[in-house]
């Protein structure tokens, strides 16, 4: 176990928001992948009212040129912050947006009028938790372990997972880690309906059963189109620890509202208390589905339209 890593961990822990009280959270995602972070968001019940937006009219991500990306995801966060409270913060709920984000030098969100504390994307939560998760359950005298990552092809390809990990945790300490990426073309549109491409359970039978014959230690779920299908990931890798990206985040907003909040909580309630306002740039018909049979509380309230300049 390495004691400067969990320092270097539990000082980014001690991060707080100046005003946690009148904090206001907004989900940012593509399409119903963040609605699954909306959900664990919703359900934990941290006292912060919440906006869900959805950029439905570009959806979903994974497909999408980098540099299209990058340009759609500053217009996008700085319209936001520009309508938003001060004491808004904004949770990119998707992988493939988080990787394009990580990538963008700091200089061009001053460009934009974009203050990056105001951003959190969720592969810094994940990384945190996967190396809380490691430090917990490797071995005495192990020096590396074996990490899976499920995940678009634009996310595979950006390197940004193992690329941030040797970033902020590759400093020579325990653990290293070894990297299997598994690129799940096509998966996210059969989640969310698309019948051009082939059904959820071909496709997740064919990029779980890489993982069969070596099971990773951990496994990141790099989509959170793919959160849903957790428990039948689970068939394949029984003796795996799943990388939840929606409880990092929750974990992380706790934590910088001065919440001590434990993940066993997650499944200790079944309807939210905060209020919750649902926005979109796009079609929304895939998106109420979704909600009816998913986050069926939150399936009454109807999509008011995102206007961009």
Same mark, same amino acid.
């Given at each position: 176990m390495s004691e400067s890593l969990?320092?270097?961990?539990?000082?980014?822990?001690?991060?707080?928001?100046?005003?946690?009280?009148?904090?206001?959270?907004i989900v940012f995602d593509s399409g119903v992948g963040g609605l699954n972070v909306l959900k664990t968001l919703w359900l934990a019940n941290l006292g912060c009212p919440i906006s869900f937006v959805a950029d439905s009219a570009w959806m979903p991500y994974?497909?999408?040129?980098?540099?299209?990306?990058?340009e759609r995801l500053l217009h996008l966060v700085g319209t936001l912050l520009t309508q938003h409270c001060e004491n808004s913060y904004i949770l990119f709920a998707c992988n493939t947006a988080s990787a394009v984000w990580e990538s963008i030098p700091p200089d061009v969100f001053a460009q934009h009028g974009i203050r990056p504390d105001r951003v959190i994307d969720i592969l810094r939560p994940t990384l945190s938790l996967l190396m809380r998760e490691l430090i917990a359950c490797v071995k005495t005298g192990e020096t590396y372990a074996d990490v899976?990552?499920?995940?678009?092809? +634009?996310? *595979?390809?950006?390197?940004? /997972?193992?690329? %941030?990990?040797?970033? @902020?945790?590759?400093?020579?300490?325990?653990?290293?880690?070894?990297?299997?990426?598994?690129?799940?073309?096509?998966?996210?549109?059969a989640v969310e309906g698309n019948l051009d491409v082939e059904p959820v359970d071909v496709l997740l039978h064919r990029y779980a059963?890489?993982?069969?014959?070596?099971?990773?230690?951990? +496994?990141? *779920?790099?989509?959170?189109? /793919?959160?849903? %299908?957790?428990?039948? @990931?689970?068939?394949?890798?029984?003796?795996?620890?799943f990388i939840d990206p929606s409880e990092a985040l929750v974990l992380v907003i706790a934590e910088r509202l001065g919440i001590t909040y434990e993940r066993q909580a997650f499944t200790l309630r079944s309807v939210g208390s905060e209020p919750v306002r649902l926005l979109a740039t796009g079609r929304t018909d895939t998106l109420i589905a979704y909600l009816k049979l998913h986050l069926p509380a939150l399936a009454i309230q109807t999509f008011d339209k995102l206007l961009l300049d």
């Open positions: 969990l320092s270097f961990i539990e000082t980014e822990s001690r991060i707080k928001w100046a005003n946690p009280k009148s904090a206001h959270l994974g497909d999408k040129d980098p540099q299209l990306l990058r899976g990552l499920m995940a678009t092809p +634009l996310t *595979i390809q950006s390197g940004a /997972y193992p690329a %941030l990990a040797r970033r @902020l945790y590759g400093h020579g300490s325990f653990p290293q880690v070894s990297w299997q990426n598994v690129s799940c073309a096509g998966l996210a549109q059963s890489k993982f069969e014959r070596m099971p990773p230690k951990a +496994l990141i *779920i790099g989509c959170t189109h /793919y959160l849903g %299908l957790k428990a039948t @990931l689970r068939c394949y890798m029984p003796e795996t620890i």
